[in-house]
């Protein structure tokens, strides 16, 4: 009887989900040779081809359709079962994989993830920072850490905080001969570094005024998609920058720059964690939500 392994058969559904090797290896945790080797080794275990593969695409096959189909369910059944055994373990262990936005894990990373190892080190936890919105469920996340706004209404929401709010700043060099603006209409006569979405689109920057949104199509010589190089940018005096208040705080605490249109900024919404409702999930989740559900309450009491 050949020996047939579990984690074959999830590869064989991650790029069945992913529609891609390289995609469904970052979300086993293995390099894309090594999952393209077990998958030639499992066909060769079952003596058909499960995949069709060219340089720029992956399909099912036949065969492969009817084995995604039957195997799922007795796939998922085993991992509730292993589920059931995690959730009665006293000491957590196993892997918590998250996935969210670059200055969202910023903002996360010390106070619930680096603090999560601390309290658990035989824990391992692997954070995906990515623009686009994803289903966390279908691709393989424990949770996800969004703005309010945007996490799906039938999950479970954990708020990690205040609200937040935006920041516009500016080197002081950069005002040595300038005029600071005093509404977001001046910004149109000043260079501006520009934010690039990930659908390909450039952010216009977000005001209010007095429970009006105003939307401004800034100008300037740099556009750029991570908030890091617009920072240093705009450091370097380039020009006006548009940045969560998190990542410039310290910036603007030690004078490095200078923030502008403060009243034009107010707060946006808060970020939270969210999961599916789980029967019987393992310790190492448990644990990980009774930790946001305390940095959620110490975050109300201040």
Known sequence: MKNYKLTDFDAVLAISRRGSFRAAALDMGMSTSALSNAISKLEGQLGV???????????????????????????????????????????????????TFVTAAQEILEPLILEFLKRFPQVQVDLVTEGSL??????????????????PSDMIAIPLGPARRHAVVAAPSYFANRDVPRVPA??????????????????????????????????????????????????DGVGIGYFMESNVREDIAAGRLVRILDDWTPPVAPLCLYYPSRRNPPAAFKVFV?????????????
């Not at 209010?208 to 100008?219: A, I, L, N, R």
């Open 49 to 99: 081809r499960l995949f069709n593969r060219t340089t720029r695409s992956v399909s099912l096959t036949e065969a492969g359709h009817r084995f995604v189909d039957q195997v799922s369910p007795a796939v998922r059944d085993i991992h509730q079962a292993l589920d059931t055994v995690r959730s009665q373990q006293e000491t957590p262990s196993g892997t918590v994989r998250i996935n």
């Open 134 to 151: 994803v289903d966390i469920v279908a691709d393989g996340f424990d949770f996800g850490v969004r703005s309010k706004t945007l996490v």
């Open 290 to 302: 009774d930790l946001a559900r305390e940095l959620a309450r110490s975050a109300r009491a201040v």
């Open 186 to 235: 001046d910004l149109k006569a000043h260079t501006c570094i520009r934010v690039r979405l990930p659908n390909g689109a450039l952010y216009r920057w977000q005001f209010e005024s007095e429970g009006q949104p105003v939307h401004v199509d800034v100008d300037g010589p740099l556009t750029l998609d991570e908030a890091s190089l617009a920072r240093a940018a705009v450091l």
